[in-house]
């Protein structure tokens, strides 16, 4: 099967309307085009991260749907670490999809409407750590050529809205070649 076949599932679905690191499970959330997730704090057409807003408020907003992959929980697991949906603040977790091997520009469609485009890598940060000591080091490490390695899920934008449910389908379209690796965000 090709990325452009791929198909993963939505397990889970999450927002949160203040700033906290964790966000609760909903039964459906609403993407809005050029927005992100309604009643979200991330969600804008500029930065809502506090981090970035003080660097730079004006900054288009790249990470309006973050997307995290079960499988991330599945390896902390062995590693000792009970991490569940929402817990790392992720809007949409999936199963089924390499998220972190994705190319920039990949789009997403999210059941029977919603579409995000890929725009990177969350860079996973120490409030992870302070979420569960020892947490940082599983999703942030070194590969074998010392370069650093993101697992903490990738970033997108909202293409185009609607509705998205714990059990839809996920289908990947890849964009034109070449492709690019994603970078932080």
Known sequence: ???????????????????????????????????????DVHAGVTVKHRSRVAKDPTVPNLRQVHLIHAELFDDVAGAG??????????????????????????RLHLGAEAVVEVTGLRNPCAQIDAFCHGLLKQVLGRDENGQVVRKA???????????????????????????????MV
């Not at 670490?81 to 520009?105: A, C, K, Q, Y």
């Open 153 to 183: 899920g990738i970033m997108s934008v909202v293409l185009a809205g609607g509705e998205v449910r714990p059990g839809d389908p996920i289908r990947v379209e890849l964009p034109a070649e070449p492709h690019r690796p994603l970078e």
């Open 1 to 39: 099967m090709s990325a452009d076949t791929a198909e993963g599932t939505v397990t889970t679905v999450s927002s949160n309307g203040s700033y906290s690191f964790t966000k609760p499970n909903r039964d459906s959330i609403m993407l809005l085009a050029g927005l992100g997730v309604e009643g």
């Open 81 to 106: 670490f009970e991490v569940t949906p929402g817990d790392l603040g992720e809007n949409v977790t999936t199963r089924g999809i390499d998220l972190l091997g994705l190319p920039t520009g990949t």
